[in-house]
């Protein structure tokens, strides 16, 4: 499977998706949403939130002609490297690999907690491609770091926490 990334206009990524996945039938266009568990009026509820604004990746078996993607309204870029190649790799192409593995919808993971260590034992956090970078037990969150297009990105994901172990 081959991944690309198409840079747009941050809040017109579901739009430009329907549009590319309408174009061909044989590329799949996924914007990546993170399900966040929020306390609303004393309860948790989930919400999406999109997991980088302004991003939408293609995922497809064949070759790619994005002379008609580049056209769509609100699309400013295909995401390339120096080189010119647009085709993901290396980290990157793990981090859509990723992304596509969870079909987009990156749900919250259940962590087990052993003093200051968190195991991951469930969910799209084991997969490992991210690195904890900080925990919130009350409000369930872990940021998380992702290298992506050669940037760090800080993402706030959902952590159930099933279990404390205390020494």
């Known amino acids: 499977m081959k991944a690309y990334c198409v840079f747009c206009k941050t809040g017109s990524e579901n739009v430009i998706a ?14 990546p949403v993170r399900v966040l568990q929020e306390k ?11 997991l980088i604004p302004g991003y939408v990746f293609i995922y497809t078996k064949n070759e790619v002609s994005f002379d008609a993607v580049k056209t769509l309204t609100g699309v400013y870029k295909v995401l390339e490297y120096q080189t010119g190649q647009r085709e993901l790799i290396g980290s990157d192409y ?3 690999a990723w992304i596509y593995r969870h079909n987009g919808r990156i749900e919250p993971s259940k962590a087990l907690f052993e003093g200051s260590i968190v195991k991951v034992i469930d969910g799209p956090l084991i997969d490992g491609i991210g690195k904890i970078i900080k925990l919130d037990r009350h409000k369930r969150r872990a940021w998380v770091e992702f290298n992506f297009d050669g940037k760090i990105q800080k993402v706030s994901l959902s952590v159930i926490d099933i279990c404390s172990v205390s020494n």
């Not at 329907?18 to 914007?31: Q, Y």
């Open 18 to 31: 329907k549009h590319i996945n309408a174009i061909d039938n044989t590329i799949e266009a996924i914007v």
């Open 40 to 50: 609303c009026n004393g309860k948790w509820v989930e919400r999406e939130r999109l």
């Open 94 to 96: 793990e981090y859509a």
